[in-house]
């Protein structure tokens, strides 16, 4: 049986490079070697692409980069007839060429899921795992994400979109503003950042222009939403068209919030229920949203999408929060525990996710 040539991807010039990093390390140690043949290109903080054929343990640990000077830069050919990488050794001998049939890109947050690589992705003409250029975008940009749902009837938190700009030039009238969306605490996060990056709750005037202030340092658009007091679930959800939702999991983060450090820390305090602690109508519903929201958005391969379930007069309510069409894939990410939940192995999820990718082109 002929191998696939599979290259994967890992690092790049974002805030999540660490998660990343761990999520390429799970991938490599569980994904089927006797069905791929496997080329692992890392991209450093500064945006470098170099070809690794190192021990994976030094992708987990960072150090993968340590001496760049070993290592032999890469790059995606963008003409649709290489469908290659193309290597440029460290001794200057002629440019090698490696046949790739496709692309798995394990990487998070800016220059990584918010379409900006999915457009070099396309460009190559080389089937990748996950969604292309606009949903990728739209995802990645909460602002977006939420005026494209609000069309479509979909439940979420009520909320402000300010541009770091008018907050530096009219900051009272902006504090003004996000306070009537009602009474503390309000919720404050950058709108293209993941894994809870410059996040916080504000529980003051002071604190909520301090939220801003930090978020501001990650992005040019803040979100300044009403908080909702629920508990946190995330649904997984594979497929091109026929979406597949997962079993609802539940997050205990722990802390006052599933923060970066609840999400990615070996000392975090935070943990998981699955299924989640919600009626089964409920769960019935969040699974048709999330369905749902994919089908607007129009994921391709893989997706999570995070909800809260609060209570209101007895009564379970449902508010889209977010959703990450490239979520982590570290041991302890919901994504796979998720899918692992309703059956299917680690290296089967792999092997799916690479089948859609095939089949999304055509292949």
């Excluded at 749902?149 to 979109?161: D, R, Y």
Aim: aromatic share 8%; net charge negative.
């Amino acid at each position: 049986m002929n191998k696939t040539s599979l290259l994967c991807l890992f690092g790049g010039r974002s805030s999540e490079y660490e998660v990343s990093l761990i999520s390429a390390h799970s991938i490599l140690s569980n994904i089927d070697r006797e069905k791929y043949d496997i080329t692992t290109v890392g991209i450093t903080k500064n945006g470098d692409w170099y070809h690794y054929a190192g021990d994976i343990a030094a992708i987990k640990d960072g150090s993968w980069c340590n001496d760049t000077a070993t290592l032999n830069k890469a790059v995606l050919s963008p003409s649709v007839s290489d469908s290659c990488l193309l290597l440029f050794p460290a001794d200057g001998t002629q440019v090698q060429r490696i046949h790739i049939d496709v692309i798995f890109p394990i990487m998070h947050g800016a220059n990584a899921e918010d379409g900006t690589l999915q457009g070099l992705l396309k460009l190559s003409g080389i089937p990748f795992v996950g969604c292309g250029c606009t949903t990728s975008a739209i995802g990645m940009d909460k602002g977006y994400t939420k005026l494209v749902l609000n069309n479509f009837g979909i439940p979420q938190a009520k909320c402000k979109i300010i541009l770091r700009n008018d907050f530096n030039t009219h900051k009272t009238e902006v504090l003004d503003a996000c306070e009537t969306l009602g009474e503390y605490p309000l919720f404050v996060k950058p709108a293209n950042a993941g894994s809870s990056v410059g996040a916080s709750k504000a529980d003051s005037r002071a604190e909520l222009e301090s939220a801003i202030t930090l978020a501001a340092e990650h992005d040019s658009k803040i979100i300044v939403e009403e908080y909702i007091n629920g508990k946190e679930i995330e649904v997984a959800v594979i497929g091109n068209n026929d979406y597949v939702a997962s079993t609802c999991g539940q997050i205990n983060p722990g802390s006052e919030f599933y923060d970066y450090d609840a999400k990615y820390s070996a000392d975090s305090n935070s943990s998981c229920l699955i299924p989640a602690d919600i009626k089964w109508e409920t769960m019935l519903d969040v699974r048709t949203y999330a369905v749902k929201i994919c089908s607007i958005l129009g994921v391709s391969g893989l997706s999570r999408v995070d909800f809260f379930v609060s209570e209101d007069n007895g009564e379970e309510k449902i508010t889209f929060n977010e959703i990450n069409t490239l979520p982590g894939f570290t041991q302890i990410s919901m994504y796979p525990k998720l899918m692992v939940s309703d059956g299917m192995s680690y290296s089967d999820l792999i092997d799916a996710l690479i089948t859609l990718a095939l089949e999304k082109e055509g292949r």
